[in-house]
């Protein structure tokens, strides 16, 4: 059996959970869309530089450890009794291998105050969705589109991803 560990992100490997981070959603991306996709923030990306680093910067990043190796990223977000998954990816070669809910079931038991988390994922991510509602538990509560945009995120009222759509899931802890 496979050991999967956290380890906080250290500073001389942010540009590369960034790379990896990206690589990890444009494989979702180019599964569902191939090369024809315009559901990139910039440059190829599903997931921008600058909202990645923005992430890590206002949350904890975690590396996913696979048997000491680096297998893919967290970061989360607490506030008191709420937590936020921002990011959860675990590299598109070894996926379906249980890395990433073994990941899930390390930060659940690392923020044990939490009550409610709550992540977001897009409308294409059929891995994710399948992830987040069959494995870990949680429960889609809203959809950010075109009409219904996310009242909290400035980025959605631009013509971007966000407005494609964009489940809102929440994971009330017992």
């Known amino acids: 059996m496979k050991k999967v560990g956290l380890e906080p992100l250290k500073a001389d490997d942010k540009e590369r959970f960034i790379?990896?981070?990206q690589e990890a959603f444009r494989y979702g991306a180019t599964e569902e869309f191939g090369m024809r996709d315009d559901h990139f923030e910039e440059n190829g990306e599903i997931i921008s530089h600058t909202t990645i680093e923005k992430a890590i910067i206002e949350?904890?990043?975690y590396r996913i450890l696979c048997d000491g190796e680096i297998a893919g990223g967290a970061v989360v977000r607490i506030n008191g009794d709420k937590g936020d998954l921002?990011?959860?990816f675990v590299s598109p070669h070894i996926h379906s291998k249980g890395i990433g809910y073994a990941a899930w079931c390390e930060i659940e038991q690392m923020y044990p105050q939490v009550k409610v988390w709550e992540t977001v994922?897009?409308?294409?991510?059929?891995?994710n969705i399948?992830?987040?509602?069959?494995?870990c538990g949680f429960h889609i509560v809203e959809f950010f589109n075109s009409h219904h945009p996310d009242p909290n995120d400035p980025d959605t009222q631009a013509d971007?991803?966000?407005n494609d759509g964009m489940f809102r899931?929440?994971?009330r802890m017992n």
């Open 160 to 162: 971007n991803l966000m």
């Open 130 to 135: 399948h992830f987040y509602v069959n494995r």
């Open 19 to 21: 790379l990896d981070n």
């Open 169 to 171: 899931f929440e994971k």
């Open 121 to 127: 994922t897009p409308y294409f991510e059929k891995r």
């Open 86 to 88: 921002d990011l959860l």
């Open 59 to 61: 949350g904890n990043a």
